[in-house]
């Protein structure tokens, strides 16, 4: 199956789970992880109507937006501060702001600092990076204090749980600190294996990689 053949089923896949939902399917972002993805499959991508790739390491990431430089890109992964300065200029949103540090080196640099979602770490799995739920609402409020506009809550869910109750978990965390921080409209969940379940939960950006690229070529 070519990219373009997996990008037409995927989108018939969120318009199927949008509708079950009650909700449109064009509210609903769909980034393209190409982490790992040989240069033909992420044009074939672009050629075929992607918009917004992703990806989870700033290797990749530099590489990657040479490719595609006129196509807007999002970093999902864990971010070390001494990476920032190789990230930043090439993104419009990071998924993946997770502790005050990080706050403060994503300010640093030209111009206004990208948008960002606050990552939380709903299933206490500090090996994927993540606020806690209780410190998720202060870091909002860090963030926003500091001028970086807050687009709303990431999740990973655990790898060998049901992810349902993970992405709900993560909405109403979202619907309760709203009385406090204000709009969170953002919810970035779902990836390849778990799209559709989150598009039922309220998710407003999906981060598909091998769906979309088909699987990662063995090094």
Do not use: C
């Amino acid at each position: 199956m070519t990219v373009a053949e997996r990008l037409a089923v995927v989108h018939e896949r969120i318009a199927a789970a949008a509708a079950r939902a009650g909700r449109a399917a064009d509210g609903i972002q769909l980034v393209a992880i190409s982490k790992a993805q040989p240069d033909d499959r992420v044009l074939a991508a672009a050629a075929a109507g992607v918009t917004v790739f992703g990806e989870n390491r700033a290797g990749g990431l530099a590489a990657h937006h040479a490719l595609l430089p006129d196509v807007e890109w999002h970093f999902v992964g864990h971010l070390q501060t001494n990476k920032v300065r190789n990230v930043r200029p090439r993104v419009s949103v990071l998924h993946s702001l997770d502790r005050p540090s990080l706050v403060e080196a994503w300010l640093k640099g030209p111009g206004t600092p990208p948008a960002a979602y606050v990552q939380v770490d709903l299933a206490a799995e500090p090996q994927k990076g993540g606020v806690d739920p209780e410190g998720a609402g202060p870091l909002v409020e860090m963030a926003r204090g500091y001028g970086i506009e807050v687009l709303g809550l990431m999740t990973l869910p655990p790898r060998d749980d049901d992810p349902r109750r993970w992405f709900s978990d993560l909405r109403e965390l979202r619907d309760r600190l709203e009385g406090s921080v204000g709009p969170l409209p953002g919810l970035s969940m779902g990836m390849s294996a778990d799209f559709e379940s989150a598009i039922e939960e309220g998710s407003t950006a999906i981060r598909l990689g091998t769906t979309i690229f088909g699987p990662r070529p063995q090094v």
